[in-house]
């Protein structure tokens, strides 16, 4: 019998960066673009990579899906779903005990490890903690029937977190084989009775006439979003990105900021990357249809090539619990564009009724009397 130990799994990657000069964990400064200690003040430039100013290499989709990506692509992360929200978030080793950044739930941590695909990417954030704060503000106050105590409460509230938030990419080659009808429109004169007589009316009619051809396009960085933790209708509202902007993945990035696990799995994101070129395909085939009208019978399209990222992307996030209600707001790290639940204050909007039936009553009295 052998006297070896079964081999161990790899421990968790540590985003811990300490402070050179005391020790405490340095944060990365989306303004200066460096890694700075708050304890005391010490600053050192993010570690330079070969790969800065490349463009990021691609990975192969069926690799992946066959479970044959290099073990190198792999790492593993100490995370835990939120009971309410669904959120894989991210801990540092030495955390055991938190509050959910997404929805403000409190969570405990478990001592579990996942392995997930490492991230290819990450868009380092540019815009910080108080620019953000401002951007939700501004956007609060640019709501009239926002609750005063709830804007209030975001602005003296505390500080927002900074997420990086979970990513899929997807490059493919398609081509794509359809039939159809070309519709062109013509007008015919026909005689309508009209009041008593008869008169003469120009008509729109379809000429219909079978076609059939070939479209092809090169998709590049389909975006789909690898996490459930927020409404997508927020996400999408954060675009654009400026994807050119990506960095070859760096751990110092997320020095002083939360990183989430992602819970869409890449077979999920392709799927949806797929339902989104399907779109742009079929708007491809009625400009190539042409005419007034277009009707498609069938397309047929043949996906090859396809590559993948798993990247990383900025959120400033703020979940408030106000009068029993959470609500929370997204802020783009890299521009600066909120999104968020659209607070409405019932005494606002009662008072706004109020007001428009004494408006109301106003101008009917003096349309009355000058009647």
């Not at 869409?264 to 079929?282: C, K, N, Q």
Request: proline content about 6%; aromatic content about 10%; some cysteine.
């Amino acid at each position: 019998m052998s006297d070896a130990s079964p081999a161990l799994p790899p421990a968790p990657i540590e985003h811990r960066f300490p402070c050179e000069n005391c020790g405490a964990d340095y944060r990365f400064d989306p303004a200066r673009d460096v890694l700075h200690c708050d304890h005391c003040g010490h600053e050192e430039p993010v570690a330079s990579s070969p790969w800065l100013g490349t463009a990021l290499k691609e990975q192969d989709f069926e690799a992946a899906l066959a479970h044959h990506l290099p073990a190198q692509e792999f790492e593993e992360i100490r995370a835990l779903s939120c009971p309410n929200c669904g959120a894989q978030i991210e801990f540092a080793p030495d955390s055991h005990a938190t509050e959910c950044p997404f929805c403000a739930t409190p969570i405990v941590t478990d001592t579990g490890a996942q392995r997930q695909i490492k991230p290819r990417g990450v868009l380092p954030f540019s815009v910080d903690e108080r620019s953000a704060r401002k951007a939700m503000t501004d956007w609060l106050g640019s709501l009239w029937f926002a609750p005063n105590g709830l804007r209030k409460y975001a602005r003296k509230g505390r500080r927002m977190q900074g997420i990086y938030v979970p990513y899929w990419t997807f490059d493919a080659d398609t081509q794509s084989r359809y039939r159809g009808e070309r519709g062109t429109v013509y007008y015919a004169t026909r005689t309508v009775m009209r009041d008593g007589k008869r008169v003469q009316k120009r008509v729109a009619k379809v000429r219909w006439n079978r076609v059939s051809g070939r479209v092809a396009r090169f998709f590049d960085d389909v975006l789909v979003l690898a996490s459930q933790s927020l409404p997508k209708a927020y996400t999408d509202a954060l675009q654009p990105w400026d994807l050119g902007a990506l960095q070859p993945y760096q751990p110092q990035y997320l020095a002083g900021f939360h990183a989430e696990g992602y819970t869409v799995d890449l077979s999920d994101g392709f799927a949806e990357a797929r339902a989104h070129m399907a779109r742009v395909i079929e708007r491809d085939v009625r400009f190539d249809i042409g005419g007034d009208r277009q009707r498609i019978h069938d397309i047929k399209t043949d996906v090859t090539d396809v590559t993948f990222k798993h990247v990383l992307l900025p959120v400033w996030l703020a979940a408030y619990k106000y009068r029993g209600r959470t609500y929370r707001f997204v802020v783009n790290g890299e521009s600066g564009r909120v999104q968020g639940e659209r607070p409405w204050s019932a005494i606002k909007i009662a008072i706004a009724v109020i007001m428009g039936l004494i408006a109301a009553g106003i101008v009917g009295y003096f349309v009355a009397i000058n009647q």
